[in-house]
């Protein structure tokens, strides 16, 4: 049995598992594993988990799959058949009991939060409100399991807000609620206390509901597996940052042709 660490541009498929409608990446990385003949059962791969599920447009850095695989699959290997935006960069053997969702320590998330008027004293305590155990039964679409234990840290980066979680496990949309939340405490939209009814008991609907921040600014950081230790590919490694760059790259020249088109000059 074998882990692999896989980073992954979430905003080309429908989210992380497979589903009826639309390409996902699991549906990509288990076309690639046909390809390189490794075995299936039921429709997956022999021992197969994943660390998490990750929703359409999220993107990943260190999503964690295990499944059993011939010992030459190396990273680089599996880099080979996937497409350019998912890419292994990472592996390590580990015991036949392995689950790569049951044996997760931490998950921690990072969002990109576009907030250059946010009062940023507002957000720090809004992000010290929602750290913590408690119940977040109004953040989710989830009926079971609601309850979590969460840090939530904040760092300013120029015109972004980036917003660190880390926990056990997240339920459905979890984090993008949070900041949702967190987002509009900031920008004065609610008061500080809104946290307070939002953790409280009592169900949110209409109005007072909390809608999902976008899921392109979020991405998967890491995953802890205590005792797991991961070989870095070097290979694999570089080819991560020469694709992710060309990406950056490219998306950094698009938003300089969204912001011409914003300042279009009628009198031109």
């Not at 409608?21 to 076309?31: I, L, M, Q």
């Not at 997956?44 to 929703?55: E, F, N, W």
């Not at 931490?106 to 946010?118: K, V």
């Amino acid at each position: 049995m074998r882990a692999f660490r896989v980073a992954y541009d979430g905003t080309d498929y429908r989210g992380f598992q497979r589903q009826p409608h639309g390409e996902t990446v699991e549906d990509a990385f288990f076309d690639a594993l046909r390809d390189l003949g490794v075995g299936f059962e039921d429709g997956s791969p022999v021992g197969y988990a994943a660390a998490g599920r990750t929703d359409a447009g999220v993107s990943a850095r260190a999503q964690t799959v295990a499944f059993e695989t011939p010992t030459w699959l190396s990273p680089a290997a599996l880099n080979s058949e996937l497409p350019a935006s998912i890419r292994a960069w990472a592996a390590a053997d580990v015991p036949e009991s392995f689950h790569a969702t049951y044996d997760a320590a931490e998950r921690a998330y990072r969002y990109f939060l576009y907030a250059p008027g946010a009062d940023d004293d507002l957000a720090e305590r809004a992000a010290t409100r929602l750290s913590g155990a408690h119940d977040f039964h109004n953040f989710t679409p989830d009926d079971e399991r609601t309850e979590r234990e969460l840090s939530v840290s904040l760092q300013r980066d120029g015109a972004f807000l980036v917003v660190d979680c880390r926990a056990g496990g997240f339920a459905r949309q979890l984090v993008r609620r949070l900041v949702s939340v967190l987002d509009a405490v900031a920008r004065e939209e609610r008061p500080l206390e809104f946290i307070d009814r939002a953790l409280a008991p009592v169900p949110l609907s209409g109005p007072e509901g909390i809608g999902s921040a976008a899921p392109e600014p979020l991405v998967l950081v890491g995953v802890r597996y205590p005792g797991v230790e991961f070989g870095v590919d070097d290979r694999a490694l570089a080819a991560v940052r020469e694709v992710f760059d060309r990406r950056r790259r490219r998306r950094l020249a698009g938003a300089r042709v969204a912001g011409e088109l914003f300042a279009v000059d009628p009198s031109e």
